[in-house]
């Protein structure tokens, strides 16, 4: 009796390390919620339109010892763009996708979708729109969400980022996440893409990318990812791919100062990376 009585005994503190981390995550609000549907019957919703109205933000920083403020009087997405979001550092690119994919909450405006405020009851639903890897990503061995009549699509992937040597995606989970940092980027960006959700948001992604795989993001996915009706928004500096873009949002030191539709590069002030 004494040695199963003693692994009883051993396993239960974990349970309630358990227990505790679950509700610190549902506390977040950050729990999948299963009940979402959309017109087709899919887990994600659909929308028309997404819209910031009189928005505003603000945080403090530390080195400028000041409060930055955030401010969009009125921004609009529709499914099917590729929008490109541009600026300098610290001008507040990040920080509008942290507002977009909800976050961030707004001190004083609104979030619409489909004309209905985002507020804290319909929150965690706002957030199932979206897919997202940012600078500072967690890559996850279980591939939550992802479904099984994905895998041939992954694995041309997995080849095309040249990870199939690496990594094998076996019933939703990936054989290994230890890999290089650029590796690991790669396949944050390829586990994004497998979830199908409307919305999609890459913050630098292939800022420290080799080229070949800069062309195969910018070419290669986004296209692919657009001709299935997709919003994507990528926070970029990579000028050479611009072209690329329907629009292209400029923010300097957090308003959006130009917010064009037809890319014109000589009218477009390219702002380096330092």
Known sequence: MM????????????????????????????T?????????????????????????????REKEDLNFTLQIDSLTFVPGELVFLIGGNG?????????????????????????????????????QLFSVVFSDFYL???????????????????????????????NGQLSTTKLSQGQRKRLA??????????FYVFDEWAADQDPIFKEVFYTHLLPDMQKEGKTILVITH??????????????????IVSDSSTVNKQHLEFVPEY
């Open 3 to 30: 040695t199963p009585l003693i692994t009883i005994l051993n396993i239960m503190p974990n349970f309630g390390k358990a227990n505790i981390a679950l509700n610190k995550i549902e506390s977040l609000g950050l």
């Open 140 to 170: 996850f061995e279980n591939m939550l969400g992802i479904e099984s009549s994905k895998s041939e699509e992954a694995q041309y992937y997995l080849e095309l980022l040249q990870l199939n040597h690496k990594v094998q995606i076996n």
């Open 91 to 127: 001008s507040g690119k990040t920080t509008i996708a942290k507002m977009l994919t909800g976050l961030y909450y707004p001190e004083s405006g609104s979030i619409l979708l489909d004309g209905i405020e985002i507020k804290e009851q319909n929150l965690d639903s706002y957030r």
């Open 238 to 255: 990579d000028d050479q791919y611009f072209h690329l873009a329907e629009r292209i949002i400029k923010v300097d030191y957090g308003k």
């Open 32 to 60: 999948v919620d299963d009940n979402i549907l959309s017109e087709e019957g899919n887990k994600h919703p659909k929308f028309h339109t997404l819209e910031f109205k009189k928005l505003e933000h603000q945080y403090y």
């Open 189 to 198: 960006l390829l586990t994004a893409y497998l979830e199908d959700r409307p």
